[in-house]
């Protein structure tokens, strides 16, 4: 029976559990969901013929990208990698093969993409839904090289099941782009490198443009500045329908006070950047809903940006996940989280999904599929 409670979004987590021969899946299904409501973390549940591996902290399947249409786009490495790319001599910092597989949580199927050999680039990988056809999407990978004045972007298209390779003009300087994260956006792709700007593109069209949307003033950093930590102090995600930049990495107020500060891009076709609110994290400390946690004074990790409600920011904190309303000071959500990896000292922004669901999970129970 549906249930009225079904949350329209959920936390989901990166990482998948791996059930063994499908022993906990229902009945020629490729996955299962469970999808508790804020600030619950979402589990997705896949068999072991995806992932054959054994899980470990460092060896794990990963959700790279979530879609409103209902679409996962994972990634499960599948043992040893043996290559076999004539006039390919790419360097492999894993010498294990990866597949990757579009995941649909309305019918509980999943599909493996073809040819995953020519994907090489670690995190320039995302999936976007067709906006004016339902059912299409597309999944692209940007390949650049640094220094180079071109670059390829691999699309795999759902509507003629094959890759292309389209060449792009590449707008950057030699500097090396960050993969921290790929955002799907009014109708484009958004490469992310939260140290020093987005690229954008629209992975549809015959030609695509890329287009540099540099982050908000004095917002860049030098090259590798925080390589690794990043996520864990800021993060780009959409939020109201609009793309947000929160930051908290040596933010400080003028009292020298550690604090967060959220950014709009009101206009996707712009890179005008509008502060909407900052707040000291001991201005939330204060307040009588951050007391009534019990929780420890001290600054938490960013986890994720409410998807309708760019006011509310989630935090890791501990063995909690926590919900603030930033412009109010006030915390609206907290309760213990549980992911399958990583361990609580390396979570970060990057192993945690807000994902709006589609009708379909939104009216049904919160454990899916319900065959």
């Known amino acids: 029976m549906a249930s009225a409670a079904s949350p329209s979004w959920v936390i989901l987590g990166r990482v998948p559990r791996v059930t063994a021969a499908g022993a906990d899946l229902p009945p020629a299904t490729d996955l299962s969901l469970a999808l508790p409501a804020p600030p619950h973390v979402a589990l997705l549940t896949i068999p072991s ?6 899980t470990t902290s460092d060896n794990f399947p990963s959700v790279l990208a979530v879609d409103a249409s209902g679409l996962l786009l994972l990634k499960a490495d599948q043992g040893p990698a043996v290559t076999d790319l004539p006039n390919r001599k790419d360097f492999s910092w894993r010498p294990t093969v ?27 990988r995302g999936l976007i839904a067709c906006p004016g056809d339902a059912g299409h999407y597309v999944v692209a990978e ?16 759902s509507q003629t099941g094959e890759w292309v390779s389209k060449d792009v ?42 287009r540099i949307v540099p982050l908000p003033e004095g917002k860049a950093l030098k090259s590798k ?35 967060i500060s959220l ?9 005008k950047w509008t502060l909407e609110y900052e707040a000291t994290f001991g201005e939330i400390c204060d307040d009588v809903s951050y007391k009534a946690t019990g929780l420890p004074r001290k600054i938490p990790v960013l986890a994720l940006i409410h998807p309708t409600n760019p006011d509310v920011v989630y935090f890791f904190l501990d063995e909690h996940m926590l919900g603030v309303d930033v412009r ?44």
């Open 49 to 54: 013929r995806i992932f054959p591996g054994r």
């Open 98 to 124: 990866a597949d990757y597989f579009v995941l649909d949580a309305k019918t509980a199927s999943a599909l493996l993409l073809p040819n995953a050999k020519y994907i090489r680039r670690q995190g320039h």
């Open 142 to 157: 940007l390949q650049m090289s640094v220094g180079a004045d071109t670059a390829d972007l691999l699309c795999y298209s």
């Open 169 to 210: 003009p590449y707008p950057l300087p030699s500097r090396p782009m960050s993969p921290n994260a790929v955002v799907s956006h009014s109708g484009r792709l958004w490469w992310v490198d939260l140290s020093w700007c987005l690229l954008t593109c629209d992975p549809f069209a015959d030609k695509p443009v890329l």
């Open 225 to 259: 500045e925080a390589w690794g930590l990043l996520d864990k102090y800021r993060c780009v995600g959409v939020s109201g329908g609009k793309l947000r930049f929160v930051d908290m990495y040596r933010n400080r107020n003028s009292g020298g006070a550690a604090q």
């Open 263 to 271: 950014w709009t891009l009101a206009d996707p076709d712009s890179a």
């Open 328 to 371: 109010a000071r006030k915390v609206v959500d907290w309760e213990v989280y549980e992911l399958v990896q990583p361990p609580r000292e390396h979570v970060s922004s990057r192993f945690v999904h807000a994902w709006q669901l589609p009708r379909a999970l939104c009216s049904g129970n919160t454990t899916l599929p319900s065959l």
